[in-house]
């Protein structure tokens, strides 16, 4: 596994923790990040970097993951859906299809195949708006 893919992994299992204890993921990473070998730069980036916009994120997560609201989502799949977006609009050294794949094999890995599925569609309308996006 390559090294952005094992501190995207580390970065979900921070926010995953955060947002099913309802306390903040930097505030989480920042007490027990460095303990716990997540000395991988890329993973507080990415923890910084999806709460810095997480109103924004959530946002869209809302407007284009149709039928499914933010609190009848699976938690791994709402937080997959956060790096992915985050690295989408933010990440302006990842390809957008970069980070719709690490998603995809997220869901598919941690999750189910349906949300795997799931995850790629709402990645897919967003990529294609991308450009439209007041950011």
Do not use: C
């Amino acid at each position: 596994m390559a090294a952005r893919s094992k501190a995207r992994k580390r970065a979900l299992d921070f926010l995953y923790e955060a947002d099913i204890k309802n306390v903040s993921a930097k505030d989480l990473f920042a007490t027990r990040g460095a303990t716990e070998l997540s000395q991988e730069p890329y993973v507080g980036e990415v923890i910084q970097g999806v709460s810095e916009h997480i109103g924004k994120i959530d946002e869209l997560i809302i407007t284009y993951a149709q039928g499914w609201d933010m609190d009848r989502m699976p938690p791994i799949d709402r937080n997959i859906l956060r790096i992915a977006l985050y690295e989408i609009l933010w990440g302006s050294d990842i390809p957008n299809q970069v980070a719709a794949d690490e998603a995809v094999e997220l869901g598919k890995s941690l999750s189910t195949d349906e949300s795997a599925s799931y995850i790629n569609g709402v990645i897919g309308r967003i990529i294609k708006i991308k450009d439209s996006i007041a950011i």
